[in-house]
């Protein structure tokens, strides 16, 4: 499902370069991702998802090679395949939190939010307990409200490839493991893979296998 080989990262102006020589999901499989802060968790979500891309080395999903396409077609990858959860949830603020949910529809290719799509998006918001918030917007919400409200719209649409990037990281003990349940149901339903960064090491036991990025070469200051 992902294949990265000799992957080499700068963020333009930035210090910090990440070094994957190989990494290899294959396609059902549910992996962790852990590791200091600052090692390049989050930028490799992104390169995965073609949101950011290498500087050099390849980055394959199924069998499309997300580093050698242009801009258009990474994003027409990701409305397709992918459902990102963001650290930071990314929600769009003059959006409710139901037309947050169905946002995927918008952007994907030939398809239109119908009523089937609402009564989607509807009983993944209540099976993540958000009954009675879909119609506020986001800034009306929790942080753990919203980090649901993301965790819907990066399921709504059934996504090849699950990235969630600490999709529980602000859920109280009971939230986290039903959100979590959630997760692996949705993604196993559909044979998605599901590549997750966690700092949580308790629900590490969950996944087939677990990343770590202590293990991979990043360096800051400039040195090699
Ligand atoms: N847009 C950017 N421009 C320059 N440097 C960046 C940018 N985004 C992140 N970095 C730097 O890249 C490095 C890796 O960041 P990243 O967010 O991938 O780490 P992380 O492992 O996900 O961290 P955390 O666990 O704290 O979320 C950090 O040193 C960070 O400061």
């Known amino acids: 499902m992902i294949r990265i080989e000799n992957l080499s990262f700068s963020y333009p102006g930035g210090d910090f370069r990440l070094e994957i020589p190989r990494l290899t999901l294959e396609p059902g499989e549910k992996v962790a991702v852990v590791g200091p802060s600052g090692t390049g968790k989050t930028t490799l979500l992104n390169l995965i998802a073609g949101i950011s891309v290498p500087t050099s080395g390849s980055v394959r999903v199924d069998d499309q090679t997300v580093s050698d396409m242009n801009d258009a077609a990474r994003r027409a990858l990701r409305a397709a395949k992918i459902g990102f ?97 959630l997760m692996f149901a949705r993604s196993s339903d559909h044979g998605a893979t599901l590549l997750a960064v966690t700092h949580d090491h308790a629900l590490l036991p969950r996944f087939d296998r677990v990343i770590d990025f202590s293990d991979f070469r990043q360096s800051q200051g400039g040195a090699a």
């Open 85 to 181: 959860v963001f650290q930071d949830f990314a929600l769009l603020e003059y959006l409710s939190a139901r037309e947050n949910i169905l946002f995927p529809y918008r952007i994907a290719a030939g398809i239109r939010i119908d009523a089937r799509a609402r009564t989607r998006a509807e009983q993944l918001a209540l099976s993540c307990g958000l009954e009675g918030k879909l119609d506020r917007r986001p800034g009306a919400l929790s942080q753990g409200e919203q980090q649901r409200v993301a965790l819907c719209r990066a399921l709504v649409m059934n996504p090849r490839l699950v990235l969630a990037d600490e999709a529980t990281g602000n859920l109280d003990p009971a939230n986290k493991t039903a959100i979590l349940d």
